[in-house]
């Protein structure tokens, strides 16, 4: 008998996994198929709701795991050394199966360890599995990677996707396996889960993803490209944390829409997942991108930073009702409409001209459905210094996109409740409105609410200057 090691990562589910399906098709009667998920402290963040949403759907997955008799092992510490002390133990051990990274951290931890696994002579299966299309599926004629969004949407359209395999009854043994390094494993995993205090419900697991699925595709899809841009209507899809933490099947949401009638939704929410392949894309080929601008030119850009601006912002204290309330809907959810993602990040690099770095850094600890390509992708786009990036001239300004996006101040009014008795006329700009009517609704703008912390109209003229200045 020899043993066959299941090693999850961003996979929690055991429907349509790859790696889990293949390991399943290859492995006879005699195999031991052991299952494991190891906790490197190396990656771990303090006081960040990413990683405390990411170990509650971990958690779940544990625990449904254990009610169809599968024991998920959990080893902790530093990763090579885990693998040695792990192949000590099982002499027997000659495979390893995992849904791979092909970006960022995970890119390289991969690298790392499948020398060390081809070393020990244990057989390597690693698949593609987060995303419809690979880092290398999608190629210009010539061999070379797109660099535009536009043309790589023109040739991921037309490429045939992975079908959706639903798993079927799970007849192999995977029952728990007594050894010393589980059982640590176990109790530090325990101990994390005990320090978790999320503010707000965090509903995770495959058979919330699904319900979430279904929901969207049947009540939110074909009118997703209207109602996607108005945060109080919210009718975005809310899938993107489960397919973050691999609790869906990118090939599930893809087989849902393929379901239904076409529409400008469906056709909308199709290129949104081909924005997701191409960012993480884009960070394969540009792996140092968290911290270095993808565009040359702009690699030397002098960022403003006052501490007490970068605290306003991120506190949602600015004075712009619509940068305030995506802010503050970010600290008490943990998550941000998609449409306000934009208008904060433009602001804090445009109107403020604070480091993009330091946003993407504050959204990676809030945000519960943090995905690095995507989110840096997202930040390097608003400060212009990305690929296929918005021009550096297009500003954002955050009292007309409240206008159109908030047009009634309701988002506004859930979120600042200072604010929740200003007049439509002023819920926009409340430092515009006369002393009379604030103190008629007991408001005092500049006290229980702050004045804009900077002059819109001045600062688009300087940052102009600046990228002009910077780039030539």
């Given amino acids: 008998m020899s043993k066959t ?27 031991e198929l052991v299952c494991i998920f190891q906790l490197n402290p190396v990656q771990f963040l303090e006081e960040s709701y990413n990683q405390d949403s990411f170990f509650y759907s971990l958690l779940t997955f544990y625990e449904q795991a254990k009610a169809q008799n599968i024991t998920i092992h959990f080893l902790y510490g530093d990763l090579e050394d885990n693998f040695i002390e792990l192949k000590k133990a099982f002499q027997d051990w000659n495979a390893v199966y995992f849904n791979k990274d ?5 890119r390289e931890r991969d690298q790392k360890m499948i020398a060390f696994f081809e070393h020990n002579q244990i057989q390597v299966y690693s ?8 880092v290398q599926e999608i190629k210009k004629p010539t061999g070379e990677s797109y660099k535009v969004f536009t043309p790589y949407f023109r040739k991921w359209i037309t490429m045939p996707k992975r079908p959706y395999q639903r798993t079927k009854e799970i007849d192999h043994h995977l029952n728990e396996i007594n050894h010393s390094l589980f059982s640590e494993g176990e109790k530090k995993f325990k101990q994390i889960i005990e ?3 999320l503010p707000f419900d965090y509903e995770c697991g495959e058979a919330a993803a699904e319900s979430y699925l279904k929901d969207f595709v049947k009540n939110h899809l074909h009118d997703y490209q209207k109602g996607r841009d108005y945060p109080y209507s919210d009718q975005t899809s809310k899938l993107s944390r489960f397919l973050r933490t691999g609790e869906l099947s990118i090939r599930k949401v893809w087989y849902a829409l393929n379901a239904e009638p076409d529409s400008d939704g469906r056709q909308t929410f199709i290129s949104e997942l081909c924005w997701r392949d191409f960012y993480n894309m884009i960070y394969f080929e540009n792996p140092k991108q968290k911290t270095q601008e993808i565009k040359e030119k702009y690699r030397k850009l002098h960022w403003n930073y006052t501490q007490e601006s970068f605290e306003r912002w991120k506190n949602g204290q600015t004075g712009f009702p619509i940068v305030d309330a995506g802010m503050r809907q970010l600290n008490q959810t943990g998550w941000m409409h998609n449409r ?4 904060v990040a433009s602001f804090l690099t445009k109107d403020l001209m604070i480091d993009w770095r330091m946003g993407e850094k504050y959204f990676q600890q809030k945000l519960i459905d943090y995905d690095a390509a995507s989110n840096i992708g997202g930040w390097q786009w608003a400060a212009s210094t990305g690929t296929d990036a918005v021009p550096y001239f297009r500003i954002f300004n955050p009292t007309t996109q409240g206008e159109k996006f908030d047009p009634q101040g309701d988002f506004i009014r859930q979120f600042i409740p200072e604010l929740k008795n200003v007049p439509n006329k002023y819920i926009h700009e409340p430092s515009k409105m006369p002393i009379e009517i604030q103190r008629s609704i007991d408001v005092s703008i500049g006290k229980e609410y702050p004045t804009p912390i900077v002059d819109h109209g001045k600062i688009r003229s300087e940052i102009l200057e600046f990228f002009k200045t910077s780039s030539s």
């Fill in 5 to 31: 090691i299941m090693w999850f990562r961003k996979d929690l589910r055991f429907d349509d996994n790859t790696a889990f399906n293949k390991m399943l098709e290859n492995s006879t009667d005699k195999d």
């Fill in 102 to 106: 092909e970006r960022g951290f995970g």
């Fill in 127 to 134: 698949y593609q599995d987060s995303h419809l299309h690979g």
């Fill in 195 to 197: 320090q978790i205090d």
């Fill in 340 to 343: 306000l993602r934009m208008i």
